[in-house]
């Protein structure tokens, strides 16, 4: 892997150069433990002039690099004029965009990635060993895993099979880029399990995030307090229903039986059932401190008493924890310290990469950290900001323009951006049109990623925010775009709920078969609505909060408000599947009710259109994706210590 700084500019980039003979070195460089030239001494800046050796950075190390505009502007300078002098070239003196350059926590970003890529990870066991401080991180997993009583040595009958395991290592590093520690995980070789065998079920429910955005909405809106915890080691809590054998841990192997195998009492990390027995795990000890599930998700628990509520949501091994009354948050906490062990993280501020910032005027949800690293990832910093995700004017077809010759650069884009979606709803639409051409992506599929990049660059720092003490009214659109796809003319739904100021759940999604008419097109969409609201009046009911018996859904088409109102079937409706049918069904039981808005004041346009630059920040601004105050913006750098807070192994 090597490295190219322009600017301030980290960016990662693949290289050939064989890495097989390259040992552990410790604390020691990138570019020595790859047995590569010293880049670093020479490439170190952050800030300033780019360096004039640029230019063969590339030669060196036989690598293929995302060119900055100024890269290319200096690669020009450089190179033997030729007989043809090309097109002129303006004399204009270029400045660069100080909005991405100059914001200080975007210094600090580069700086931080500078420093990470430093330390070496070792791949394998035999690199590890004889290094004291992995010896020493390995010892501390051996320890917990005793001390959990994970296993116990038998003889392996001949009728059963053992899967195997091995370490995987990680260092832990801060906000500034210091280590904050060495981690050492043992994980079994799951793809050897046999199901039926050593593995039944393993379905294991986690928070969506609609749940999360609903559960701090209220908390904004009602003052309650956030907490966040985190279980050490959650996966060997879980206890296991099958027979699972498993050999002996590289380096821990007991002398005295060395053929014999650990019998698994304990869930262990890489097991497929492992996930499942943690939640059941869990779930019964919530239970039993008087916890109740929810039906509208089995993620979240619920705790009311005269003292107030308390509701957790469980995503994996990281719990949001919030309530009415802080006692109450405190005294739940003390109760699962007893059950488990666990680090008390203190207020909410970090959740799965996602920065949680509380002021006296509301909660934002942001993750312009991530932001940065996909952008610096994929070599997008520092270019012209535009304000819309994607071009109005250009239509994106499955058969138009060139095929990529690798389609692997596309789709890691665009799989980065899905996770954007979380706190940025007006990426919906773009990004799901763009996923539709990931299994063979073309030149102008490309295109638009890079102009959706270019506005996430120029809104890094938009998020939604929730403000206090708002009136909790939720507020719903519906929508459809009739035949709006060119590849194969079917309509795409939309819909957005929002509570409080902001959206909690939302969706933009093409409609499976070809509607027939654009009132066809819209009674589908309203269809998919009525169902998001059967969820949510669940969900708000288990939180303690009043929903009205008629739940109004604005909808911006006549026609198939008057369909659902009308019990008579024609033939021109006669076609339409049944299940869509089921909107009918509550309008007539007065549980909700279609009401006209004008086209001009439809937010859900957002979920099924590409829209003009001033609509599109107005409709933003009605999804309560607003920009942070420049107050606030100093913290940005620390929310990369949610690095150090993850966890520890990806799954």
């Not at 006692?327 to 059950?339: A, G, N, T």
């Not at 009605?622 to 105050?629: C, F, I, P, R, S």
């Amino acid at each position: 892997m090597g490295l190219l700084i322009d600017h301030g500019v980290v960016g990662c980039v693949n290289s050939p150069t064989n890495t097989g003979d390259a040992s552990y070195k410790g604390k020691e460089k990138v570019s020595e433990a790859l047995g590569m030239p010293d880049i670093f001494a020479r490439y170190s800046h952050v800030d300033g002039e780019s360096s004039g050796s640029e230019q063969s950075l590339d030669e060196e190390l036989g690598i293929l690099a995302i060119r900055t505009p100024s890269v290319r502007r200096a690669n020009a300078a450089n190179r033997t004029p030729q007989t043809d002098p090309g097109p002129r070239r303006s004399t204009r003196e270029r400045r660069p965009v100080q909005r991405l350059i100059c914001d200080g926590y975007v210094a600090h970003h580069y700086a931080y990635m500078a420093k990470v890529v430093q330390d070496v990870e070792p791949i394998c066991f035999e690199d590890a060993i004889g290094h004291a401080l992995w010896d020493k991180a390995m010892d501390e997993e051996m320890a917990a895993l005793d001390a959990n009583k994970t296993w116990e040595l038998v003889p392996l009958l001949e009728e059963k099979k053992a899967i195997g395991c091995k370490w995987v290592y990680k260092v832990k590093h801060n906000s500034n880029g210091s280590i904050s520690r060495y981690k050492a995980r043992l994980v079994a070789k799951g793809y050897a399990q046999t199901h039926g065998i050593d593995y039944e079920e393993t379905f294991a429910p986690i928070a969506k995030m609609a749940i999360v955005r609903v559960v701090i909405a209220v908390a904004a809106s009602r003052g309650w307090v956030l907490h966040q915890m985190d279980v050490k080691n959650a996966f060997l809590y879980g206890e296991l229903q099958e027979e699972v054998y498993l050999d002996q841990p590289p380096g821990y192997e007991d002398t005295s039986h060395p053929n014999h195998v650990c019998r698994l009492r304990k869930a262990l990390y890489g097991l497929k059932q492992a996930p499942r027995a943690w939640h059941d795990k869990i779930a019964k000890c919530l239970v039993t401190i008087g916890f109740c599930m929810s039906d509208a998700d089995h993620s979240l628990y619920v705790h009311k008493s005269d003292e107030g509520i308390v509701v957790i949501t469980i995503y994996v091994d990281d719990l949001i924890i919030g309530g009415d009354n802080e006692k109450e948050v405190e005294h739940v906490k003390s109760l699962l310290k007893q059950k488990f062990d666990m680090k008390d993280l203190g207020e909410l501020k970090f959740f799965l990469g996602i920065k949680v910032i509380r002021t006296p005027k509301g909660i934002w949800l942001l993750q312009q950290q991530y932001a940065l690293d996909m952008l610096s990832k994929y070599g997008m910093v520092g270019y012209k900001p535009i304000f819309v995700p994607l071009d109005q004017n250009g239509k994106l077809s499955a058969n138009a323009g060139e095929v990529l010759e690798d389609a692997t650069m596309y789709r890691k884009i665009v799989g980065s951006l899905i996770y954007m979606t979380i706190t940025r709803p007006d990426l919906n639409y773009t990004i799901g049109l763009e996923s539709q051409f990931m299994q063979v992506p073309r030149k102008p599929h490309l295109d638009g990623v890079r102009h959706t990049l270019r506005y996430v660059s120029a809104t890094v720092d938009y998020g939604l925010f929730y403000e206090a003490s708002t009136e909790l009214q939720v507020h719903r659109y519906t929508d459809a775009d009739w035949a709006g796809s060119i590849s194969d003319r079917k309509s795409t739904s939309g819909f957005m709920f929002s509570f409080g100021s902001a959206a909690v759940t939302w969706s933009s999604k093409k409609q499976p078969t070809v509607a027939l008419s654009s009132t066809e097109a819209e009674y589908r969409g309203a269809a998919m609505a009525t169902c998001e609201v059967a969820w949510l009046r669940k969900l708000l009911g288990y939180l303690g909060l009043h929903v009205d018996r008629q739940v109004v859904i604005y909808c911006d088409n006549l026609s198939s408000i008057q369909l659902a109102r009308n019990l008579v079937f024609h033939a021109r409706t006669k076609h339409i599947e049944v299940h869509y049918h089921f909107i009918r069904e509550k309008v007539l039981a007065s549980e909700i009710d279609l009401v006209y808005v004008s086209t001009k004041d439809q937010v859900a346009d957002i979920f099924t259109k590409v829209l003009g630059a001033e609509k599109h920040c107005r409709f933003c601004n009605m999804l309560g994706v607003m920009e942070l105050e420049l107050s606030l913006r100093g913290s940005v750098e620390m929310s990369s210590s949610t690095r150090a807070d993850t966890h520890d192994v990806p799954q």
